[in-house]
């Protein structure tokens, strides 16, 4: 059986040439374990219930002829396949503690997770990095694959982790790390709020230079203050007000480090201002984009990045597709798709600019084990309407007649024209200043292929208007 710890040193998996390997999932991941086990020259089986796979399950197989199992995330820990591998005595990986392991440069790592802001953090990362010289590449769950980016030379990888990958993570350190927050998400995986939390808080384990946290936020405060780190990691707080000793903050209208300067006790440093992330939304900035820049800086700091590339990098900064992006102006009525708002906490920022029965809000899809409750009593003053599109539109549904009962909601049958369906009846419900918001507060694979599909979907319908 393989330790738990792999050399200080990489060998780019030299090591594991000896072990026979069972992949469980054969999506990105599985596809990306499978190449580099190629590459290192170690034997492997596949496993994956669509028939991607060699075998659909490990009941086909004798768990005994195996020494690890790389799980891919969409694989949870109570799945049944994990739990015989579990049982058989096989450690597990994730995604994330194979690319560790097969890793070929010493390239430092930071870590993004969060319930929301993980995809634009990541991406403020790599854009403040390459402005400061750094060959950056940004992978994970979006961009390159993180068992590919790891086994190729840069000088930082910038990699996007979720809850799901963290479960099955245990030896990676990285230099520094931030859980933006930790709102209920995926629950129906993880088993519970706790347990979610738990996995988000493995983020900080074995951090060496900075463990980055949301200074408002006690939950997160905790999991940094119950981090087993290595020796010498500090923690830094991220304020959206002026910053105290070992905190990134404002002051207005300067972005300002009084965490990675030896001045820190008596003054701070300038990185960036407001204005430079102006370009990015319609109106004034929104407090979690500024923490999502901060926390970039924040981690890009920790690797050396000089003051000044953070203004650069977040200046020429351009936010990812599908949130909150500007669709059309028609009849005085402004479309917008935040298809990427695929929980209630990412959907409840959305409405942050919006006024009193201002929104026709498209939502619905996978629940995820949600509870929607606190989302709706949050926006229900901002809502016009509400167009409904998922399969099982029956837990926003339920919380709506509970909390907002006056809105009126319209059900969109699913179907082939779903979107174009929500799309039309929206148009219809909307009245002049008002906003059509896509912010479906759910996962998108009940009837699409994912969230980029799903805004994709809606562009198009609200384009041919």
């Known amino acids: 059986m393989v330790g738990p710890d792999s050399p200080s040193v990489p060998d780019a998996g030299a090591h594991l040439a000896h072990l026979r390997f069972l992949v469980v999932g054969m999506g990105v991941a599985g596809t990306s374990a499978a190449a580099a086990l190629d590459e290192i020259g170690a034997a492997y089986v596949t496993v994956d219930g669509s028939g991607g796979g060699q075998h659909r399950d490990v009941t086909e197989l004798d768990l005994g002829d195996f020494d690890v199992v790389m799980a891919s995330a969409g694989y949870a820990p109570h799945s049944p396949d994990l739990v015989a591998c579990r049982e058989a005595g096989l450690p597990i990986w994730s995604e994330m503690e194979f690319a560790w392991r097969v890793r070929a440069v010493d390239a430092p790592w930071v870590l993004v997770t969060g319930t929301n802001g993980k995809t634009t953090t990541t991406q403020m990362v790599g854009a403040i990095a390459a402005a400061g010289g750094i060959d950056v590449v940004v992978c994970g769950n979006m961009g390159i694959p993180v068992i590919t980016a790891a086994r190729r030379p840069h000088g930082l990888l910038a990699v996007e982790i979720a809850s799901l990958q963290l479960h099955f993570t245990h030896t990676v350190s990285p230099v520094a790390a931030v859980c933006l927050n930790a709102d209920a998400d995926h629950v129906d995986w993880h088993g519970s709020v706790d347990a979610y939390h738990a996995d988000k808080a493995r983020v900080y384990q074995h951090v060496r230079v900075a463990c980055v946290y949301p200074a408002a936020d006690p939950v997160v405060e905790q999991m940094v203050r119950e981090a087993d780190v290595i020796d010498g990691a500090r923690a830094i707080g991220i304020s959206t007000g002026a910053p105290t000793v070992s905190e990134l903050g404002v002051v207005a209208p300067y972005l300002v480090d009084r965490a990675f300067t030896d001045q820190r006790h008596h003054t701070g ?182 969230y980029a599909d799903r805004g994709e979907a809606f562009a198009r319908c609200v384009r041919s208007l």
């Open 269 to 450: 440093i300038e990185l960036a201002e407001l204005g430079d992330l102006a370009h990015l939304v319609a109106g004034q900035v929104p407090a979690y984009l500024v923490t999502n820049a901060l926390s970039a800086a924040a981690l890009v700091r920790a690797v050396g990045v000089e003051p000044q590339a953070v203004r650069a990098g977040l200046a020429s900064f351009t936010l990812d597709a599908h949130r909150t992006a500007l669709v059309r102006h028609l009849d005085d009525v402004t479309y917008v798709d935040d298809s990427k708002a695929t929980n209630a906490h990412a959907a409840s920022a959305a409405f942050g600019a919006h006024g009193p029965h201002s929104v026709v809000w498209i939502a619905g899809g996978l629940a995820k084990g949600q509870d929607f409750d606190d989302l709706i009593h949050h926006i229900r003053q901002r809502l016009r309407a509400v167009v409904l599109v998922g399969v099982d539109p029956e837990p926003l549904a339920s919380s709506l007649r509970e909390h907002a009962a006056e809105i009126p909601v319209v059900r969109i049958a699913p179907g082939e024209t779903v979107m174009a369906d929500a799309v039309a009846a929206a148009r219809k419900l909307a009245q002049a200043g008002d906003t059509v918001l896509l912010s479906p507060a759910c996962a998108s694979m009940d009837q699409f292929r994912n």
